[in-house]
């Protein structure tokens, strides 16, 4: 029998439409890439900038897409994404990366495209900078169609408080501390 993935979007729904979105990316299986915390502030190594640095840059690649609060974490992003014009009425800009599309809509998946050409141009970076890194990001990506106000001030909340919670959540998850890179 052959196993079927789980699908990760909203059925149905369309990721090009006008709305704010919280996004987490994680590494493969779960490592430290980033850097580590200490003493509640996270410190950001040359992969950590590197990952900062290319999320600040979304919004040059994709006129319509704006940026709220991120962060980066040793082994994570979390950020919101708003898309703030109908897509199918303006041309989306230049990407990081390049990201083939299919169906007769190319803008229905706007928002898996930016994630996808994230994800593709932070791996270039650090292969070019580290050639022998074996960095690589999990499949896929989580998301939240965030609904109204009070969804948004608490995905906020979540992602300014997420840098406390990390000795709980690596304590839990057997996260090493920091990965060298």
Known sequence: MKHQR????LAGYDYSHSAGYFVTI????KISYFGKICNGKMELNDLGKIAE????????????????????MPNHVHGIIFITDDILKINAGTEHC?????????????????VK???????????????????????????????????????QQYIF??????????????????YAS
């Open 6 to 9: 789980k699908l990760n979007r």
């Open 26 to 29: 994680c590494t493969n299986e």
């Open 117 to 155: 050409s994230y994800k593709e141009k932070v791996t270039k970076g650090v292969k070019n900078l580290f050639p022998l890194s074996d960095f690589s990001w999990q499949r896929s990506f989580y998301d939240h169609i965030i609904r109204n106000e009070q969804d948004y001030f608490k995905i």
């Open 53 to 72: 640095k290319f999320w600040k840059e979304i919004p040059q690649h994709y006129m319509n897409i704006s940026l709220d609060v991120y962060a980066i």
């Open 161 to 178: 408080e997420n840098l406390k919670r990390w000795e709980k959540v690596k304590k839990e998850n057997n996260i090493p501390d920091f």
């Open 98 to 114: 390049s990201v083939p599309t299919v169906g007769k809509n190319k803008n229905y998946g706007l928002l898996s495209k930016v």
